[in-house]
């Protein structure tokens, strides 16, 4: 029977509560892809290929699928989803090998809920062609294997790796095959090529893969081999290295439970029974966030390596880390615990069994999430406190040894110091070192947690015996604390001490400096204070405030009406933009302001109310514009044809550029961030860029460096770091690489946008300090390095409002206190809750993705006719928005 139309080869993009918008789904498939897009909608999609069913099909009857005419196996499929319908998840990874070949598949077979046979549906799957590394952009290529190397951290070893060189490696674990490069979502990379681990043992190192095993696991089932093929394995070498693999993506936490933060029973089983067998047993972590370790010690593995989700170059890294022709350099950075509950802020984390409504209740509008271990966060808490984590922020493991000392350290201002230290490697075979700087303060009254990093540097790679100065800069900005009372960050006089490390519980003193009087680094005002005072954990009384969690939790509207008690007012900063007077008659167009930019202001100025709203909605809508994957276009061209503005085209870029082409594929931002090498950072950026323009972008959605909280947030993986300093010198220094090569950078999601459940109506509430020394800090820190031309508002509200409704946030903070003078958009769909006026009062130039028709221009339109909306200040956000068009715009 030939298809009736009942499936479509078309699915949608999730977002959790707005309209999500279908696009055509092309029948491609890169096989360096281990979740397609589709695992977006729900990460049970890993492996598949989806089809849209018109009809619900019977999960018991659910047909079967061919492909080249080879019976393979049942579709999954899943309970209809309201924005979906019914997807069919047709399970391709196994079964599509080769590079540029179309694959029939055929699937037939299925039954209706009403018990009706479904007609068969056939469609040709072709997957991508590769492009052999160094064919194109090779220099680019040489990058991203060095973030792959220094990205990958060495957790334990008791010798056990290197492995000697021509070992045999008896792979064990389905992630031996599924591999991940990359994550999902706005992350997502689509590589040119993706060199797995058996392409990385087999070409890049002089090991030898056991085939046999590799091939048992291709079936992607975590169990242990039948006794033979483990006695063959044994016979051929005593060590077993497993794998243990985590997807991860934008829209959806990572699960509490077995299977995401915890091993599955398979896992645990898998490795038990690994350990049991063989001498010696490594575990390869190809996970972007911490998981449990308990299991390390448990089952007695020798050494763990975790790879992160390291780019298209992973496996090679893998391969000659493991035979130790490239000797592992990164660190964590952020703290693995034991278990989840270590965490202070897990009381205070929504999971989704915390949203799934009970039948019959009303459904949950409002999540708030009260961020109650206020500056514990990471290290800040483990240090503080003394708990035990399995590995510290800082942690990694290197194969050779270095002695680390303070050479020199000199006072060039009242609170800045520059200090050289001396790096020498005492080992036997060469490597990088990192070494990080930690300031403890006493003497105070503001509470302090016991460390905070205050600067890092890596070596090169330095030869047994040879020695490295570093020079390390401390300022007054690294100091400062927030003040809530005085409103202003302040160093309190007292004692700084200095310590050297490593992790911050091994750091070691080695200078410190007397503060006698007070110094005001900033008087500012208390801008993003909570709707309430927060119970933050404090060193003084542990027991008495730890979180406890009471607050954080999804509400229905009637339970939290009006938005109560998290809804907050500001004072507003104050509308002092002076409108803009069209003194000109001539219509100037954007070709002028091409050969002169000081025309920008009379070029808006001329503009109509509708052509402003117009100009300050994006002229697309969804996400991936159809045949090529952009993700928005600035403006709708039609309407605004006779300025003959150019086009502009926007696109997710963290680590590669998350289009339909091929392109480059770096690790994810946790797994570069490990490797505390600002000069790589600064080098993918400018790598990606390059590769960007060739591809007719503008403007990258990248870096995103909200802080790393709490493990289970789906974007850990985009994100850099627990630590603000760290994650804003390494995005600082990704967007700066963007910009000097001619793309604009969009730093996002400012701020606290640090959960995915509920994202788009989840409550952020924390201290003001909390919010100015962690969340805000990481975006300060990164606009030290390079100030973006654009910025990206969180869904998220934060301290009761939305973050792109926060006049104070955008225009206070933002534009007087950090000095941004770029411009402002909100994240796809992120409006607010106050209608469209609200963000473009609060100072943001452009709603994203926006929408071709006029739905969100019309009130826009009316609120600057009826004066609701100041001309004035629409006027000035489009002239911050021309101003960096024109920026790359060659006359
Ligand atoms: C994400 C952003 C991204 C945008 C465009 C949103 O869902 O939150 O980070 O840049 O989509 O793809």
């Known amino acids: 029977m030939p298809n009736d139309g009942t499936f479509e080869l078309l699915a949608g993009l999730h977002d959790d509560n707005q309209a999500a918008m279908s696009f055509l789904q092309k029948p491609v498939y890169n096989l360096d892809e281990m979740d397609r897009r589709e695992s977006m909608i729900s990460l049970v999609y890993s492996g598949c290929f989806c089809i849209k069913s018109s009809k619900h099909i019977d999960p018991q009857q659910p047909g079967m699928v061919y492909i080249d005419g080879k019976a393979t196996e049942a579709p999954l499929i899943e309970k209809p989803t309201a924005m979906f319908g019914q997807l ?53 290529d040489a990058i991203v294997l060095q973030a792959a190397r220094e990205g990958a951290v060495l957790l334990k070893n008791d010798n056990t790796l290197p492995l000697s060189s021509g070992s045999y490696v ?52 975590n169990v242990f081999p039948p006794e033979d093929v483990v006695a063959r394995a044994k016979d051929r070498s005593g060590t077993a290295v497993v794998f243990i693999t985590r997807g991860s993506s934008e829209a959806h936490d990572a699960p509490k439970d077995k299977g995401g933060y915890y091993l599955t029973d398979e896992e645990r089983g898998l490795i038990q029974r690994v350990t049991t067998a063989f001498d010696k047993t490594v575990a390869i972590l190809n996970v972007a966030h911490p998981i449990e370790t308990k299991w390390i010690e448990e089952y007695g593995v020798n050494a763990v390596l975790l790879t992160g989700l390291s780019g298209m170059a992973g496996g090679r890294a893998l391969a000659e880390i493991l035979e130790g022709t490239v000797n592992p350099s990164g660190k964590l950075p952020n703290t693995w615990a034991y278990d989840y509950d270590d965490y202070p802020s897990a009381p205070n984390f929504l999971t989704k069994d915390q949203i799934a409504n009970k039948s019959g209740e009303a459904p949950f509008q409002y999540a708030a999430t009260v961020y109650e271990e206020g500056l514990y966060v990471g290290y800040r808490y483990f240090d503080t406190f003394q708990k035990p984590a399995a590995y510290l922020f800082g942690h990694g493991l290197s194969y050779t040894t270095f002695d680390t000392k303070l050479k020199s350290a000199v006072k060039t201002d009242v609170c800045s110091t520059q200090m050289d230290v001396e790096v020498r490697n005492i080992g036997t075979r060469a490597g990088k070192e990192v070494v990080m700087l930690y300031a403890h303060f006493d003497g105070g009254e503001l509470e302090q947690p016991d460390k905070r990093l205050v600067a890092f540097a890596k070596t090169k790679e330095l030869l047994p015996g040879e020695v490295q100065i570093l020079s390390l800069e401390v300022s007054d900005k690294r100091l400062k604390s927030y003040c809530e009372a005085e409103a202003a960050w302040i160093i309190e006089p007292g004692k700084i001490s200095f310590l050297l490390g490593g992790t911050p519980n091994r750091a070691k003193p080695v200078w410190s400096m007397d503060v006698a009087d007070k110094i005001v680094v900033a008087q500012v005002k208390n801008r993003v204070a909570p709707p309430f005072l927060v119970k933050e954990l404090s060193a003084k009384d542990f027991a008495g405030t730890y979180p406890q969690g009471e607050m954080t939790k999804a509400y229905t509207a009637e339970e939290c009406e009006g938005l109560l008690p998290f809804k907050n007012s500001r004072t507003a900063v104050g509308n002092d933009d002076v409108p803009l007077e069209h003194t000109t008659d001539r219509l100037i167009r954007f070709p002028d302001l091409v050969k002169n930019p000081a025309l920008v202001e009379q070029f808006v100025a001329q503009m109509t109310d509708y052509e402003l709203a117009r100009m300050s909605v994006g002229g697309h809508t969804g996400w991936g514009i159809e045949d090529n994957g952009y993700a928005g276009t600035l403006f709708n061209e039609k309407a605004l044809d006779k300025y003959e503005i150019p086009d502009y085209f926007y696109a997710d870029g963290n680590n590669g550029l998350n289009m339909f082409e091929v392109n480059i594929g770096f690790p994810v931002s946790t797994t570069v961030c490990a490797s ?61 690489g963007f910009e000097e090569s001619g793309v604009s950078s969009c730093m996002k999601h400012f701020f606290a946008n640090n959960a995915e459940t509920m994202r788009n109506t989840n409550h952020s509430i924390m201290s003001e300090r909390t919010a100015r020394e962690l969340y805000l800090a990481a975006f300060e820190t990164a606009f030290e390095v390079n100030k973006p031309d654009t910025v990206m508002t969180g869904y998220n509200a934060a301290n009761g409002v939305y973050c792109s409704n926060d006049e104070e946030l955008l225009r206070g903070i933002l534009g007087e206190e950090f000095g941004f003078t770029g411009y402002v958009m909100t994240d796809w769909n992120g409006y607010g809750d106050e209608g469209m006026a609200a963000p473009l009062a609060a100072g943001v130039s452009w709603l994203a993705p926006g929408n071709p028709d006029d739905t969100l221009v019309t009130p826009i339109e009316a609120a600057l006719r009826s004066g609701d909306l100041p001309r004035a200040r629409v006027q000035k956000n489009l002239v911050d928005l021309i101003k960096v068009v024109l920026k790359y715009q060659e006359a």
């Open 676 to 736: 505390f090498n600002e000069e790589l950072s600064y080098a993918e950026g400018k790598a990606i860029a390059r590769e960007a323009k060739d591809m007719n972008l503008h403007c990258l959605l990248a870096p995103a460096l909200n802080l790393q909280r709490n493990p289970l947030c789906g974007r850990h993986t985009e994100y850099f770091s627990e630590d603000p300093f760290l994650a804003g010198r390494m995005a600082g220094q990704e967007s700066r």
């Open 88 to 140: 069919v998840g047709i399970i391709v990874r196994k079964y599509l090998l080769e590079y540029n070949k179309e694959y029939k598949v055929r699937y037939a077979g299925a039954y209706d809920t009403d018990g009706l046979e479904i007609p068969e549906f056939i469609f040709n799957l072709k997957t991508l062609p590769r492009i052999e590394p160094g064919v194109k952009y090779p220099e680019h």
């Open 170 to 221: 008896n792979v064990f674990g389905a992630a031996a095959v599924v591999f991940r490069l990359g994550c999902l979502g706005a992350g997502k990379i689509n590589p040119r090529y993706g060199i797995r681990v058996k392409e990385g043992i087999e070409k890049y190192s002089s090991l030898e893969l056991n085939q046999e095993l590799y091939e048992f696991y291709t079936e992607e089932k």
